[in-house]
């Protein structure tokens, strides 16, 4: 540091000054923490971050011992169109009290932390991709919510990893009822054609590795469909980062 340089000496200065000002919130209360993206200790200790053993193409979590494909029951049977998907955190008690707020209730300043711990736990996919697209929602949920947090998460992870982000890839053409309560079959026949590539964006998805960006991933019916639309498209390869996963209940 050069005394010469009044502003990269007073620079520490700034950075601490606003530190004070707006010191970072723990994800999941509302603790100070040291820096965006973490967690205070107890909420840390109750943190379910997804860890080995998970299915290598959709991620779910999996018991030890569960066979030496390495996939779950569902890719085994039915390969999905997407080549991984990974998530930061089990979708529990916890992650809902990042995400639910984040989702409904205009907390929109959740993004960036929950974008932190995605890059965490999906640099591997980060670091390969070449563009990233959010997970569309269909354009009256949009006027309801006015913002898709999918796109709000993508354009922090475009910006942690200088990737280029294209909000409007995809389009939802009609308001898909509850997935929740719908087996696989009816999961995948309510979402037929629901989702598309917006025309003017083909050109440039054409051979791109792309990586799908949502908040939360349940059966990865929706992923599917994305990954249907964009390699339809002509994507070279899609991969799917969420913030969480609901663990596949068969399993538990
Ligand atoms: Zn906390
Ligand atoms: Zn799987």
New binding site residues.
Partial sequence: MSSSNPVAWLRPFGAHLLDLLLPPNCLACDAPVDADGQFCLPCFRQANFISAPF??????PLPFGFGATG??????AEP?AFSQARAALRYDALSRRLILPFKYSDRTDAANGLALLMARAGAGLLAEAELLVPVPLHKSRLRQRRYNQAALLAAALGRIAKKPVLPDALIRNRATVALGPLGLAERRSELDGAITVRSTRLSGLAGKRILLIDDVMTS?STANACAIALSAAGARRIDVLTAARVPDPRLD
């Fill in positions: 299915c290598k193409q959709c991620g779910v996939l779950c029951q569902l890719c085994s999905p990865g």
